[in-house]
């Protein structure tokens, strides 16, 4: 059972009247950590879970949504769970330190909502502008990455159903240039 042995390197000989029959390879036994993804209540298979070096995890939860990673003595580390489209609360567990068998490290999937529309300019849609990242707030706002090919970068908090745009000083400067030099383009061809 875990826990019942201290952790360390073991051999198993077995005797019969103080004759060694077999011995084993030595072998580790080490702390764990562990625990569940789940969707809506239901056991996640297929999760992918990442785990950093001197961890030995299993790497996609198996169909009870299980994972699980045998550690050294002593080790500090984060995993996360992932799956396409998915995302999951708490996204990510750390642990430090770990001197004993830690479970019950539950991962659950959370509703993904989705973010559309069209990025414009001057009330016009943007060609060729694109989304590139979200990243979800706790607060149910999100920051939305969009570029326009060399343009730059765009930023889009979104929440509460209002939509904000923030362009970098620079990136503003070349978004201006761009569409001056493409509206220039377009009177002279």
Request: charged residues 15%.
């Amino acid at each position: 059972m875990p826990g019942s042995v201290p952790f360390g390197t073991y051999v198993v000989r077995i005797e019969r009247s103080y004759v060694i029959l077999a011995t084993s390879a030595p072998f580790q036994v080490q702390p764990t950590v562990g625990g569940t993804v789940t969707s809506g209540g239901v056991p996640l298979a297929g999760a992918t879970i990442s785990f950093p070096a001197g961890a030995l995890c299993n790497p996609v939860t198996d169909a009870s949504g299980h994972w699980g990673c045998v550690i050294p003595v002593g080790w500090s580390g984060t995993i996360t769970p992932s799956k396409p489209g998915v995302l999951f609360s708490p996204a990510s567990r750390t642990f430090t330190n770990v001197t004993n068998h830690t479970g019950s490290q539950n991962f659950a999937t959370v509703p993904a909502h989705l973010i559309s529309g069209t990025i414009t300019y001057d009330g016009e849609p943007l060609s060729g502008a694109y989304f590139t990242d979200v990243d979800a707030e706790q607060s149910g706002s999100a920051v939305v990455r969009a570029t326009h090919g060399a343009v730059g970068l765009m930023l889009f908090v979104v929440g509460g159903g209002e939509c904000e745009a923030f362009l970098t000083r620079e990136d503003s400067k070349r978004l201006r240039e761009a569409l001056e030099a493409a509206e220039r383009a377009l009177i002279q061809g």
